[in-house]
């Protein structure tokens, strides 16, 4: 064997020893499952960040089942009903001069005119 040809099969071999002592280090400092933090959500993101947040007024939203929380999504104009344990009881949004509020299923329950001053 010539030289030049020695000279590349070690100059192979060690290109193939550092790829493969590379990825092993890698593999030891990639976290495991239970290593693995979890991301905020979108909300998270949005309640924490510096943009300009939407306001609504939902003084004008007269009903609420009873004993049921209220979440507010001013994105949407809408207020959802939630029970104590944390279910879903309904929801109202306002379209136009008008408050509809729905029950659990999807269903109209309730049609709120507001007047010309509200």
């Known amino acids: 064997m010539s030289k030049p040809l020695i000279f590349k099969i070690c100059a192979a071999l060690l290109g193939v ?3 493969s002592l590379s990825h092993v ?3 030891d400092s990639a976290p495991t499952f239970g290593d693995v933090k979890k991301k905020p959500t979108l909300d998270q993101l949005y309640r924490s960040s510096q943009l300009v947040h939407k306001y609504a007024d939902f003084s004008m939203f007269h009903y609420v089942p009873k004993g049921d929380d209220v979440v507010e999504q ?3 104009s809408r207020l959802l009903f939630r029970t104590k344990h944390g279910s879903p009881d309904g929801y109202a949004e306002r379209k136009g001069e008008v408050i509809f509020y729905y029950n659990a ?5 309730r049609v709120q005119k507001l007047s010309g001053e509200s």
């Open 17 to 19: 020893a550092s790829f």
């Open 25 to 27: 280090s890698f593999a």
């Open 74 to 76: 001013p994105e949407r």
């Open 105 to 109: 299923a999807g269903k109209l329950i």
